[in-house]
């Protein structure tokens, strides 16, 4: 079996696995893609050492979870438009995405997934945090679940905190099509669709309100979910090195990557995989 040498050891308590006996230079056989997407859907990020993906060979991985589409704002690397280079550069002081928050929400259909690729990185620093939103929203107690589930939040690109942390990029790698503001709502707790799981769906960097609300009367309870989701007990930490991937479920999960390495170079490259309405 081309599964018997895969092993999934988790990293922390709530969510969180590194995969170890797979070769992602080499196409994947079925049953082997089947074990990874399992084990995915079981610990919400998985991660792969030692693998010097061409960017053909990463795409070939991608394709194997899920479609890759372009991201919004910043144009892909050449010929390959659904990779982009997520940096930080030896002079900048901002890292691209640096807050807590669930990709590109904003959009009418948020990505599935996403997945990095460490191609350069700092001497030390630039970990990146991840949570899990079903824990999020199961920790909650039972009343604030039944006075959150029929809620939903408008979601905006154009949020203050999270623009400036995509800045640099723009002006370096900005795609000329792009709208200066996306907007969409959806669900403050959404349902997996794989797994039929609840999870907490609203982030600081993207979510401005709820529905029929001002920004005023939302923030109170926004502010009380923002700092609960991001409880230590509820995430885990990477650390990564040249040829590390991530792959994490965007339904289910929030990321932040740790800008503590001023001076340094960082450079990943990001794909992001198609998804669906919330609901």
Request: proline content about 6%; overall charge neutral; hydrophobic content about 40%.
């Given at each position: 079996?081309?599964?018997?040498n ?6 922390a308590g ?7 006996g ?7 056989a ?14 919400l ?6 693998q ?5 060979q990463y ?6 979870i899920?479609q ?18 997520v ?48 824990l999020?929203?199961?920790?909650l ?24 942390t ?33 999870a ?10 709820f ?28 650390v ?10 965007n ?11 001023h ?17």
């Amino acid at each position: 079996m081309a599964t018997e040498n895969i092993r999934v050891t988790r990293i922390a308590g709530a969510l969180g696995a590194e995969v170890q006996g797979v070769d992602l230079t080499r196409p994947l056989a079925d049953e082997q893609a089947a074990a990874i997407r399992s084990a995915w859907l079981e610990h919400l990020v998985l991660f792969f050492r030692d693998q010097p993906l061409m960017p053909a060979q990463y795409m070939a991985f991608a394709r194997r979870i899920g479609q890759p589409v372009e991201y919004p704002f910043v144009k892909g690397i050449e010929g390959y438009p659904e990779i982009i280079e997520v940096k930080k550069l030896e002079h900048e002081t901002v890292n691209f995405g640096g807050i807590w928050h669930s990709d590109t929400a904003y959009l009418e259909e948020p990505p599935m997934a996403s997945m990095l690729l460490a191609r350069e990185i700092p001497p030390y620093g630039g970990d990146t945090l991840f949570a899990n939103m079903y824990l999020a929203y199961e920790t909650l107690s039972e009343g604030m679940r039944k006075m959150l589930d029929p809620l939903t939040a408008i979601n905006s690109s154009a949020r203050a905190d999270v623009s400036k942390t995509r800045e640099d990029r723009v002006k370096s790698d900005g795609r000329r099509e792009a709208r200066k503001e996306y907007v969409a709502e959806h669900p403050v707790v959404r349902t997996h669709p794989e797994t039929g799981r609840k999870a907490l769906y609203v982030n600081v960097a993207h979510t401005a309100r709820f529905g029929g609300m001002t920004e005023e009367e939302s923030a109170p309870l926004l502010s009380y979910l923002y700092l609960h989701l991001t409880r230590p007990e509820l995430t885990c930490r990477f650390v990564w090195r040249v040829g590390s991937i991530a792959l994490w479920d965007n339904r289910c999960t929030q990321h932040n990557p740790v800008n503590d390495y001023h001076g340094f170079r960082r450079v990943m490259h990001r794909i992001t995989l198609a998804g669906d309405r919330p609901r």
